[in-house]
């Protein structure tokens, strides 16, 4: 890590349960290829040169497993963190943000769902920072047409309408900020939690879409369709398939 800031740090919030994957394990220690998707995930921010420390985020309860699993799988030899998560993603990024050496000037949030991201989306993401954005996203294009609806629970739902496709994308991670925007956001967010006004507020998913509520600039760099996140079972069969993919082809 270099005192101008140059070299990223990634926090990976692995703390939640991960229920629509079923019952068992939280969702970032479940297998793929026989590799737990945290692992994955992990060993793909670790490829990137631009990436020069990984915080995980842990659930309270299993920080020393994490830190065995982790050792366990070959990276023991890379500057790898492990504090514990919160009861939130939010509270866990904030708490892995914590974490990171003030000389830090740049900071990833790779959720632990997405095993696969190619390590060229990784060196895009920081690289953009690196030149000035305050809050970068790597996005796809849609394939499907989108309808916008009025939310009627266990019945048809009226469509509002159907925004242009082009002008839409599908958003992954790792994401990218400058760290003092990201500290910025999460303790204004952490005040608005205080003062019992977030429920006023429409959520926010993921941390571009706080800088977006506080007025800050978000700018898109081209994402990868294997970046996909693993939150159901057929994911997961795919995630399977995209590895055995790699392993054939030697590339991973």
Known sequence: MNAT????????????????????????LRDLGGVPL???????LTRS????????????????????????HGLE????????????????????????PAEVGIVLVHDAARPLVPVEVVDAVASAVRAGA?????????????????????????VLDTPDRATLRAVQTPQGFRRDTLAEVHA????????????????????AGLV??????????????????VTRPLDLVLAEAVLARRRAADAY
């Open 38 to 44: 945290l692992v994955h995930a992990v060993r793909a």
């Open 49 to 72: 040169r631009a990436v020069g420390l990984v915080v995980v985020a842990a659930p309270a309860d299993g920080v020393a497993e994490v830190v065995a699993l982790l050792d366990s």
């Open 188 to 207: 204004k967010a952490l005040a608005e939690e205080s003062a019992g006004s977030g429920g006023a507020l429409p959520p926010v998913t993921d941390d």
């Open 134 to 158: 305050e809050a970068v996203v790597p996005a796809v294009p849609l394939a499907d047409t989108v309808k916008r609806v009025e939310p009627v629970p266990g019945g048809p739902e009226p």
């Open 5 to 28: 800031g140059a070299i990223a740090a990634a926090v990976v919030p692995a703390a939640g349960r991960g229920e629509r994957l079923g019952p068992g394990a939280p969702k970032a």
């Open 212 to 229: 977006e509520r506080f007025g800050g600039r978000v700018v898109v760099v081209p994402g990868h369709e294997e970046a996909f996140k």
């Open 77 to 100: 030899g890379k500057d790898i963190r492990v504090v514990a998560g919160g009861d939130t993603r939010q509270e866990s990024v904030r708490l892995g943000l914590a974490a990171i």
